[in-house]
């Protein structure tokens, strides 16, 4: 079954801080298969072609060693799923043992997708020194902000509101 994106999404809208790691980690399998831990590939070539790349084989020899099972993506997947049910959020902070910052890519998501937002994952990462800025950061993608910016005032055209004078920050 796949995740109902616009409840979750409706449901960040209302309230943020409602939306726990658990909530999407029910059946978030179907919509981000596994395999996109080393590959942006989608459909045949993700669950065929991917598992031939170098990137694919060595993850799986860390990660078996790492969960202590056959170097399998079977076996991988199954003592992922294992721990993810009895603490996620333990795993992911052993996964993430010894980062200092992380830097999230979600310039490439589409509108429809669930991202948990950058404080929620800030709490995987030790905390910082008074003072200094979140060890969780989103790269900015201008790409993205400048298509984002655009549609924006497509809208407002559209809607026969003029623009003018448009400053970006």
């Given amino acids: 079954m796949a995740t ?8 960040i809208a209302l309230n943020p ?16 298969p596994f395999e ?3 590959s942006e590939a989608s459909g045949i070539a993700l669950t065929e072609h991917s598992t031939t ?12 060693a790492f969960y202590g099972c056959p170097a399998t993506l079977e076996d991988i997947k199954k003592a992922r799923q294992d721990r993810v049910e009895a603490d996620h959020e333990g795993l992911v ?12 890519d979600d310039g490439l998501a589409n509108e429809d997708d669930v991202l948990l937002p ?27 902000e400048m298509e984002r910016i655009v549609k ?5 055209a559209l809607a026969n509101i003029k623009v003018s004078n448009v400053t970006l920050i």
Wanted: aromatic share 2%.
């Fill in 4 to 11: 109902d994106i616009k409840a979750i999404t409706e449901r």
């Fill in 17 to 32: 801080s409602s939306l726990t790691v658990e909530d999407l980690q029910r059946d978030i399998e179907s919509d981000f």
């Fill in 53 to 64: 790349t170098l990137a694919h084989h060595r993850s799986i020899r860390q990660l078996s």
């Fill in 152 to 156: 924006a005032v497509k809208d407002l």
């Fill in 36 to 38: 996109l831990i080393v």
């Fill in 93 to 104: 902070r052993e996964l993430l043992q010894g980062t200092s910052i992380v830097l999230m």
């Fill in 118 to 144: 950058l404080k929620s994952n800030s709490k995987f990462i030790p905390s910082t020194e008074a003072g200094t800025s979140s060890r969780v950061q989103r790269i900015v993608r201008i790409k993205s």
